[in-house]
């Protein structure tokens, strides 16, 4: 069993208490209006699936309801950082 770390709560809890979200760092169209159809499903169905370095949304479903973003290596599941969304990793994914 993982224990992960909630950034928002400030101690490790249980992975059943969290839910992954998908790919973090998602940048939102500035006008989605003006996006054309190829461009909106891009930005809605394509996401990376790594294999290794990768970072994640997760939510502290069982918790305190937070979003915050995991740096997590996808071959060994070992997480190598967790920090808020807004802020930047430290890790670099591949």
Excluded: S
Aim: with cysteine; net charge negative; aromatic share 12%.
């Amino acid at each position: 069993m993982l224990h992960i770390y909630c950034p928002h709560c400030c101690e490790y809890r249980e992975e059943e208490e969290f839910h992954a979200k998908g790919q973090a760092h998602i940048v939102r169209p500035l006008d989605p209006d003006a996006c054309t159809d190829q461009e909106w499903g891009e930005f809605m169905y394509f996401r990376k699936n790594p294999r290794g370095i990768h970072h994640e949304l997760w939510v502290h479903a069982a918790g305190c309801r937070k979003f915050f973003n995991v740096t997590r290596n996808t071959q060994t599941y070992e997480i190598k950082e967790v920090y808020k969304v807004g802020e930047k990793p430290t890790i670099v994914a591949e």
